[in-house]
């Protein structure tokens, strides 16, 4: 156990960051694999929409910090050519 005020307060934004990215993480998986389920089903519509949201949703997680601007950039490229193989 941390034994001075100010490693006692890391520990608890230490906490506090690791669920809250954590719970982005898990939103970022389940962006991608609506994405890639319509891209299975054929729907071009419903992937080039669900394409729209990841987007979208990607660029703001990077703006908070959770992913890289050049991770962010190769899951959409990515993604981008999945679904322009349609």
Same mark, same amino acid.
């Given at each position: 156990? %941390?034994?001075?005020?100010?490693?006692?307060? =890391?520990? =608890?934004?230490?906490?506090?960051?690791? #669920?809250? *990215?954590?719970?982005? =993480? +898990? =939103?970022?998986?389940n962006?991608?694999?609506? &994405?890639?389920? %319509?891209?299975?089903?054929? *729907?071009k #519509?419903? %992937?080039?929409?669900?394409?729209?949201?990841? *987007?979208?949703?990607?660029? +703001?997680?990077?703006?908070?910090? &959770?992913?890289?601007? #050049?991770?962010? %950039?190769?899951?959409?490229?990515?993604?981008?050519?999945? &679904? *322009?193989?349609?």
């Open positions: 156990m %941390a034994n001075h005020k100010s490693s006692i307060k =890391r520990i =608890r934004q230490t906490i506090v960051r690791t #669920e809250r *990215n954590r719970f982005y =993480r +898990t =939103r970022l998986k962006i991608v694999k609506d &994405v890639r389920s %319509a891209i299975e089903a054929g *729907n #519509e419903e %992937a080039t929409s669900a394409m729209t949201v990841a *987007n979208k949703q990607i660029q +703001t997680f990077v703006s908070k910090g &959770v992913l890289k601007k #050049e991770t962010a %950039a190769r899951k959409i490229s990515r993604l981008h050519r999945a &679904v *322009n193989a349609i």
